[in-house]
């Protein structure tokens, strides 16, 4: 899209800012909260309870990752899970209106700060480098070279990546690898940027809990907890991903199975490192704008 083309004042903007500004309080106010003892489920719905007194509403379930895991980690509905001295990365999202951003720390209580300071400093350095124009092949080189400063590795399969309405992941992909080929950044387009550092492989694989969700495609059920659960989810989270707690129908695992069984629903398993290894993550939400990048979640 060229430049003349793009109002970046226009209501779609907006409220991608007004998302990014209550995400950015509540990131801060949220990270407060993690400490030894505190309750995994009280942090995650205190956040998602927050962002709705402050206007949006939580683009997809608290992510709360501990030490090899690195996304997709959600509370359960009846989670009794405490902190401990552990790498916790919070990654929550807002929307408003189905206009996101997305953000993420980490919060160490291991005793690892400087893996926590890769994956952020190497944040900072991909946004020093924004303007329109540039290949995210170039953005991924730059993450890579900062958290192998560090000594670290990259997680080469999770990537940043677009913005759209009522969707949390759309293209470009941002790579946290040098990689051959990228895709050119314009004005106006919205994205994520997100590095995750580790000191294990820099690979995650799917492990077997799952308590997100999205939409797959409209259907139709006959069980009557199916079609509740259905009901709330066209409705009131549309295609963005959802925790199990938030179904309000009896006995939502059993709702989410029969939906998943049929295709309706597709669900997000923990990602995690090996065993043993930890991870870090930092992530910001950013407008390409004429001279460079506009940050939304920065306070």
């Not at 170039?138 to 677009?162: F, K, Q």
């Not at 129908?249 to 709702?255: F, K, N």
Request: negative net charge; charged residues 30%; aromatic residues 4%.
């Amino acid at each position: 899209m060229a430049e003349s083309e793009v109002d970046l004042e226009s209501e779609q903007y907006e409220k991608h800012r007004e998302a990014g500004a209550i995400l950015a309080q509540v990131r801060e106010e949220t990270a407060e909260r993690v400490e030894v003892g505190a309750s995994h489920l009280e942090v995650a719905e205190w956040a998602e309870d927050r962002i709705r007194e402050l206007g949006g509403q939580p683009a997809f379930p608290v992510n709360i990752s501990v030490d090899e895991e690195a996304a997709h980690a959600t509370p359960s509905i009846d989670d009794e899970t405490t902190f401990g001295e552990e790498m916790i990365n919070l990654d929550i999202g807002v929307h408003v209106d189905g206009w996101l951003a997305d953000t993420a720390v980490t919060v160490d209580l291991s005793g690892n700060p400087e893996l926590a300071e890769a994956s952020e400093q190497a944040l900072e350095a991909a946004l020093d480098i924004i303007e329109p124009g540039i290949e995210t092949s170039e953005i991924g080189a730059e993450i890579e070279d900062v958290i192998d400063g560090y000594g670290y590795n990259p997680v080469v399969n999770l990537t940043g990546h677009g913005l759209g309405h009522w969707e949390q992941h759309t293209s470009p992909n941002i790579p946290n690898r040098a990689v051959s080929q990228g895709t050119t950044l314009e004005v106006g387009d919205v994205v994520a940027i997100e590095p995750f550092a580790t000191d294990g492989g820099g690979k995650v694989t799917e492990g077997a809990s799952e308590e997100i969700f999205s939409l797959e495609r409209e259907g139709t059920i006959r069980n009557r907890q199916a079609r509740q659960a259905l009901e709330q989810i066209t409705d009131e989270f549309r295609t963005l991903p959802f925790a199990t707690r938030w179904l309000e129908t009896d006995r939502p695992e059993m709702a989410l199975r029969r939906l998943k069984r049929n295709d309706i629903v597709h669900s997000y398993p923990v990602l995690k490192e090996d065993d043993g290894s930890l991870v870090s993550q930092k992530e910001h939400t950013l407008i390409i704008t004429d001279d460079g990048c506009e940050v939304t979640t920065e306070r």
